[in-house]
């Protein structure tokens, strides 16, 4: 190779990082108002498939300056990308490398680790994050018995929201100038959307930062409620949380928009499609964020949307037919339903309320009239949580008479979960079992609420209505011997009938 080809060469994979393009999409937006544009960062170019290669070099950086050595090992609990990077950057530099994931993830994600010679340990998806079962308790145990370790804990470490702040918004300030209105971003560690938040409002204060964040996970319902509802198992991954990093800044963000499993998956594959962007869910999931949220809006509006990784690591479901029909994500595979079609099987009910200023004997009657267990509590348009039975009952039995004519305000619990009217019931069957109650929100405004006995009543009117519409057997024809003996019985048994009459 001449000599004057070289000049550009990059001293090494590191260097590449950054410096990803900005593109406008053109065919997923249709149906958005004239005048609002949306574009999209492709983080997911960089060397290590994503946006955490930004982290991992400001975490070994900052480990590196607190006197990490080579030959050290790296324990991190990770959806995948973050180990990606730090695997990246430890054959690098001489690391060894240890990697805690949930089992819900791809096994491309897996199989990406090992490649790079890191150890894998693999953890159920579906436990508190206080379990110690749970993969960010197993990588902090790790981390203690490994000596010579450096614990990335990019949920809690610093370095995290500040690689964003240092180079993430500063790279979006110098490609744009200022010239866009909103930046979208998955809602995952808080890294991303804490530091370049930070970065962009300090240069744009009017710019809007708007949160997106998977049903289930427990961000929207406290950005909206300010309450700590149940978290349940979704499937995209690398965005959402069931507990709260300290690397997330909640207040950066002016709003949140939720989107389920399958507008994230649907999107993904039509970015692929009608885009040519291959991106991954959490891109697909912020990409139909943002355009949710944009629907109602009018132009001149640009949003910028944070792309995080590439879609090779989910060949083997989003981009499976077989993974998304078994999963209920495409249309010809119908499931058990959605919380919509509980709904139906209701009727047209109006939804009852309570405010928390109601009187407890005034929601007692409600509850007595309507044969309900419990009531949303909504104020001024706001869901703030639920109130039932148990907890009228526990307040008169504590406060005697008098209780009764008190309000309900220090009643109102987060013991519920909040859904969509799209959300599975293959889902909805795990919320009631650790909820007492499913509050059904569309946009923001409360539709719904479903309790167990709802649940169990309509996937026992479907298994009736399944009964009912199966083919009967076939019946062999009676031989005419059998149908002359059919007749004499026949007549016989009315001939004695009109004899003892």
Request: proline share 7%.
């Given at each position: 190779m001449p000599e004057d080809m070289m000049h550009g060469a990059l001293e090494d994979i590191t260097k590449a990082v950054g410096n990803t393009p900005i593109v406008r999409l053109n065919r997923v937006t249709k149906g958005l108002a004239p005048g609002v544009e949306v574009y999209v960062k492709c983080e997911y170019l960089n060397p290590g498939g994503s946006h955490k290669d930004r982290l991992a070099w400001n975490l070994l950086r900052r480990a590196e300056e607190a006197g990490l050595k080579p030959g050290g090992t790296i324990v991190e609990a990770t959806s995948g990308n973050t180990g990606a990077s730090l695997a990246m950057l430890a054959a690098l530099r001489g690391y060894k490398c240890v990697f805690v994931m949930p089992d819900k993830m791809s096994q491309e994600k897996v199989s990406n680790l090992r490649a790079f010679g890191a150890k894998v340990v693999m953890c159920p998806t579906a436990v508190d994050a206080d379990d110690p079962r749970s993969y960010y308790k197993v990588s902090r145990r790790i981390a203690d018995?490994?000596?010579?370790s450096f614990y990335a804990n990019q949920y809690h470490n610093p370095a995290n929201p500040e690689a964003h702040y240092l180079w993430t918004g500063p790279e979006i300030w110098k490609q744009t100038k200022g010239d866009f209105d909103v930046f979208a971003a998955g809602l995952g560690t808080g890294g991303t959307v804490s530091g370049t938040g930070k970065f962009l409002k300090e240069k744009m204060p009017d710019v809007t930062i708007l949160g997106v964040d998977p049903v289930g996970s427990l961000y929207y319902d406290f950005v909206k409620t300010g309450r700590i509802t149940k978290p349940f198992s979704y499937k995209v991954e690398g965005i959402g949380e069931d507990f709260f990093p300290t690397t997330m800044n909640l207040k950066?963000?002016?709003?949140?928009v939720r989107v389920d499993d399958k507008e994230c998956f649907l999107m993904t594959r039509d970015m692929t499609r009608l885009e040519g962007l291959f991106v991954g869910g959490s891109g697909g999931a912020a990409v139909a964020g943002a355009i949710k949220w944009a629907k109602n809006k009018k132009g001149p509006l640009k949003i910028l949307v944070f792309l995080c990784d590439a879609g090779q690591k989910y060949v083997s479901k989003i981009f499976n037919d077989d993974w998304m029909r078994?999963?209920?994500?495409?249309?010809?595979?119908?499931?058990l339903g959605t919380v919509a079609d509980v709904l139906h099987m209701r009727g047209k009910r109006k939804i009852v309320t309570a405010s928390s200023s109601a009187k407890v004997k005034a929601v007692i009657e409600t509850l007595k009239q309507l044969g309900i267990s419990q009531l949303p509590v909504v104020d001024k348009g706001k869901l703030r949580g639920v109130v039932g039975e148990i907890d009228l009952l526990r307040h008169l039995v504590a406060g005697g008479a008098k209780a009764s004519t008190s309000t309900i305000a220090s009643l109102v619990e987060s013991d519920y979960a909040t859904v969509t009217p799209d959300t599975k019931l293959e889902l909805l069957q795990n919320v009631?079992?650790?909820?007492?109650?499913?509050?059904?929100?569309?946009?923001?405004?409360v539709v719904g609420i479903v309790t167990k006995i709802d649940l169990i009543e309509y996937l026992s009117t479907k298994s009736v209505e399944v009964v009912a519409v199966a083919k009967?057997?076939?019946?062999?024809?009676?031989s005419e011997k059998q149908?002359?003996?059919?007749d004499k019985s026949t007549r016989a048994t009315t001939k004695a009938a009109k004899s003892k009459a």
């Open positions: 018995e490994t000596p010579d950066i963000l002016d709003d949140i078994e999963n209920g994500f495409l249309e010809e595979e119908p499931g009631l079992a650790d909820a007492r109650a499913a509050i059904v929100m569309e946009s923001d405004s009967p057997k076939k019946v062999k024809a009676k149908k002359s003996k059919a």
